[in-house]
């Protein structure tokens, strides 16, 4: 099948072309239409189906448009209130109306005339919002809405000085590829000293919204936030139980590598002991990669890799790019980390990004870009429900990306010897995420399984977690106090909370793609597009098959994607 990047707004047959969501008032019609509406026959439910998908998709865009500005310059005020305006005014009266339409298709007797393929996984999401909704949380969830988004405002402000000159903490980042050890420690040290000097202000912010979020579960009769938000993410095909052996699959089948990969960097760097400051560090005489120099370049380079995986793939960013729904470079001011966000009405979605020169941003950017192609792909689904796919298999979508790209990297490294460092790099990284996963996975489920811990407490339990997934190859001495609140700088854990094991299962997915891909490039493209072309049409592990892959995340399993990846690693050493 011929795929296109040529996706257009959604035309608009409920609402006016003109229509802008500015107040309640205005937009209160519309519901109460849909809520009064007779549905008399299967058809009327399929129109009055589209027309909620169209009032959803505009409200949803319009949305994310105010967190994307917000984002991009956290110290416009006007800004900020617009987001709180939506978060505060029109977001909690949307819900009673939501629960209302709800009940209102599941209690309809024309419902169980939908193809029950199609809608099984739309339907079990609409009766889940339904048990899950509360008028009392309504205030709550609006609150929690807004104060998350501190920890950008915050974050945002963080600079530091090098040489001189004054850096976002994203930027000052590279200085840790320096070969100049003495710079690298001086550069590690003013990062965390910086955030330390925000510490009480986050724990405070992470201490409300843990309180808030802890009352949002109480309120749905759940026994703990951590049961609440599985829930609420619907995370119908894994339990708590699986997350806790996947942390043990961690600790036996990957910690190993990493113990490895860290007595081979300590050796090449000619060192008696690692510390963290050399862990992205390359040999005297080697320079760090430079892969670009500009968000432009970086955005540029990326086209002409897709394009050689797929055409299709590069016309997604092209559009993307023509229509400006591309922010990538880091300044002061702008919130910290990378994030795709799909544009339900206008179909391309915008790609924001905090981009400084290095090859992990090279990486952040393919993966964004994986994401992209997902929304470029579930676009023409018919309903705005049907493209709510599992993040779980969102991020297959993207990291998958990482690891079929590398192939061709060659447009970001013209040199070979670079070439094959920035892979041996990527591959490091694929081994040494699912530490970093399993510490922050493990942290939340503590946190919110002991709702009313002290901060001391929460230090003592968060340095414990993040001991078991340090290597004892590290030499950590003398950094506790920046160790102690390492946890500070995942956004998620503000943001979107229990958002992180989706990482280690879709590293699986990825990896396992990419075993595909070593073998037949085209076969494992074409399972990569099927599986994101289903959207949220069908469970988790039904899209996981479709991409010809296992839902495993059993030790066993990882066991063997992982030697698999050292393999690949161990043969780009050679080559070297």
């Known amino acids: ?195 330390l000097q925000d510490k009480d202000t986050l724990n405070d912010l992470y201490g409300g919204l843990l309180g808030k979020r802890n009352q949002v579960a109480l309120n749905a ?96 960013l092209r559009k993307m790019k023509s229509m400006g729904h591309l922010d990538l470079d880091s300044r002061k001011g702008k919130a910290p980390g990378g994030y795709n966000c799909p544009l339900a009405e206008s179909g391309a979605p915008f790609i924001f990004m905090n981009a400084a020169g290095q090859l992990d941003d090279v990486t952040t950017m393919v993966h964004e870009g994986g994401h992209a192609i997902h929304s470029f792909l579930s676009h023409d689904l018919e309903l705005n429900g049907f493209k709510e796919y599992p993040m779980e298999i969102a991020e297959v979508a993207s990291m998958s990306m990482e690891l079929f790209t590398m192939d061709h990297w060659h447009v970001f490294f013209d040199n070979k010897e670079e070439l094959i460092r920035a892979k041996e790099q990527q591959l490091e990284r694929v081994i040494t995420i699912f530490p970093w996963i399993a510490t922050i996975d493990k942290f939340q489920h503590w946190v919110y399984e002991n709702p009313a811990h002290t901060n001391d407490e929460r230090k003592k339990a968060w340095l414990q977690i993040l001991n078991e997934f340090t290597s004892p190859v590290l030499d950590i001495s003398g950094l506790e106090k920046y160790r102690e609140y390492g946890w500070q700088r995942q956004l998620h854990l503000f943001e979107v909370p229990f958002y992180y094991i989706e990482y280690g299962i879709a590293q699986l997915g990825a990896i396992g793609l990419w075993q595909q891909y070593k073998q037949n490039p085209d076969k494992a493209l074409n399972n990569y597009i099927t599986a994101l072309d289903l959207g949220g049409t069908r469970t988790l592990p039904e899209l996981f098959k479709a991409a010809g892959l296992e839902f495993d995340f059993s030790p066993s399993h990882i066991s063997g994607l992982m030697r698999f990846v050292k393999a690949e690693l161990d043969g780009l050493q050679k080559l070297a």
């Open 221 to 316: 009769g759940f026994p703990n936030y951590r049961d609440f938000r599985f829930a609420e993410l619907g995370r119908f095909d894994y339990t708590k139980e699986d997350c806790y052996n996947f942390h043990e699959a961690v600790k036996l089948h990957v910690m190993p590598l990493v113990d490895q990969l860290y007595e081979i960097k300590k050796k090449k760097l000619g060192l008696d002991t690692l510390r963290p400051w050399d862990i992205d560090a390359e040999p005297a005489g080697v320079e760090p990669l430079h892969p670009f120099k500009t968000g432009e370049e970086l955005v540029d380079k990326t086209i002409k890799c897709f394009n050689e995986l797929r055409p299709f793939f590069a016309d997604c």
């Open 1 to 195: 099948m011929n795929y296109t990047a040529d996706i257009h707004k959604l035309e608009r047959h409920f609402l006016p072309e003109n229509f802008v969501v500015k107040d309640w008032e205005t937009l209160e019609p519309y519901f109460k239409e849909l809520a009064e509406r007779p549905i008399d026959s299967p058809k009327a439910l399929t129109q009055w189906l589209k027309d909620m998908s169209e009032l959803e998709a505009v409200i949803s865009e319009d949305a994310c448009w105010r967190q994307i500005k917000m984002t991009c310059d956290t110290e416009n005020k006007e800004l900020e209130e617009s987001f709180t305006f939506f978060m505060m005014n029109i977001q909690p009266k949307i819900q009673p109306y939501a629960d209302l339409l709800n009940r209102k298709l599941i209690e309809s007797p024309f419902t169980k005339e939908l193809d029950q393929k199609t809608f099984f996984t739309y339907l079990r999401t609409v009766k889940k919002n339904i048990d899950l909704f509360r008028e009392s949380n309504i205030q709550l969830q609006a609150e929690l809405g807004v104060e998350a988004q501190k920890f950008g405002v915050i974050s945002g402000k963080m600079t530091v000085e090098v040489k001189g000159q004054e850096y976002t903490l994203q930027q000052a980042a590279k200085f840790l590829e320096d070969p100049d050890r003495k710079l690298r420690e001086e550069v590690y040290r003013k990062i965390n000293e910086r955030r």
